[in-house]
């Protein structure tokens, strides 16, 4: 199975940019759909982004659409979330996670099976 590690997180101002990763260990990180999940203190943990495996199709929240673009770099196996004018909205812990063959059910949270333990991301306004 594979083991995922997020990193990248940070305090930042309003507008400012950060980059997580979400690096893959035990298993090639191309074999798997991966997607972006985020939970702010007392909500539900919510879809940010994903990729299928094919790295052809992408897709992001309307909330984050134009702001935040999923990556994969097979190389170094690794999956990238780059946030771009971020807002006090935005802060959450943010994870990564990853399956096999997630289908349409690439927005909801409940059908992944391997999760990373979480990057804190905290906007200032």
């Known amino acids: 199975q594979v083991q995922l590690a997020e990193s990248g997180g940070g305090l930042v101002q309003a507008g400012d940019s950060l980059r997580l990763s979400c690096a893959a260990s035990?298993?090639?990180?191309?074999?798997?759909?991966m997607g972006w999940f985020r939970q702010a203190p007392g909500k539900e943990r919510e879809f940010v982004a994903a990729?299928?495996?094919?790295?052809?199709?992408?897709y992001v929240a309307d909330s984050v659409q134009g702001r935040f673009t999923i990556s994969r770099d097979n190389a170094k196996n690794t999956v990238y979330l780059q946030m771009n004018t971020l807002k006090p909205e935005d802060t959450a812990v943010y994870y990564c996670?990853?399956?096999?063959?997630?289908?349409?059910?690439?927005?909801?949270?409940?059908?992944?099976?391997?999760w990373g333990q979480g990057t804190q991301v905290t906007v200032s306004s």
């Open positions: 996670a990853a399956h096999l063959y997630i289908g349409p059910y690439l927005r909801d949270a409940l059908r992944y099976d391997y």
């Open positions: 990729m299928r495996k094919s790295s052809i199709s992408t």
């Open positions: 035990g298993r090639t990180v191309s074999r798997y759909d």
